[in-house]
């Protein structure tokens, strides 16, 4: 479970990068 949770930040984090650039 920690994992799929640490996936989904980074997911989300990179997305934020990709959305503001």
Do not use: G, N
């Not at 989904?8 to 984090?13: A, D, K, M, N, P």
């Amino acid at each position: 479970m920690e994992t799929y949770i640490s996936v989904l930040r980074s997911s989300y984090t990179l997305f934020t990068i990709l959305d503001r650039k």
